[in-house]
């Protein structure tokens, strides 16, 4: 069973800055793709970004492209979101998701492991 833990999530104000991680306890974590979601209140969850397994694929939601950098660390078994110019609408739980697969995929369905989530409020 994959464990997924999330951490750095917080209170900001609009306008900063803060570094998600998500360390899988997995033997084998650099061949599958990891993607962030989040799901603010009263909403979906949505997609906000995943890396493939090499770390040479990106997506990003337009929400957050250009604000957001994932990358990964495949000797630690971690994936980060890097937040920057956060916005009060970026409020959400933040979860950490492993996809089935290598390759970047922006299907829910593809990610069978997900984390517990970590909260990001953004005051304004």
């Known amino acids: 069973q994959v464990q997924l833990v999330e951490s750095g999530g917080g209170l900001v104000q609009a306008g900063g800055s803060l570094r998600l991680s998500c360390v899988a306890s997995?033997?084998?974590?650099?061949?599958?793709?990891m993607g962030w979601f989040r799901q603010g209140p009263g909403k979906e969850r949505d997609i906000v970004s995943v890396?493939?397994?090499?770390?040479?694929?990106?997506y990003y939601a337009d929400s957050v492209k250009g604000r957001f950098t994932i990358s990964r660390d495949n000797a630690r078994n971690t994936v980060y979101l890097q937040m920057n110019s956060l916005k009060p609408e970026d409020t959400a739980v933040y979860y950490c998701?492993?996809?089935?697969?290598?390759?970047?995929?922006?299907?829910?369905?593809?990610?069978?492991?997900w984390g517990q989530g970590t909260q990001v409020t953004v005051s304004s």
């Open positions: 997995v033997r084998i974590f650099s061949t599958y793709a």
């Open positions: 890396i493939s397994w090499t770390g040479e694929s990106t």
């Open positions: 998701a492993r996809s089935r697969g290598g390759r970047v995929t922006t299907t829910p369905a593809d990610f069978d492991s």
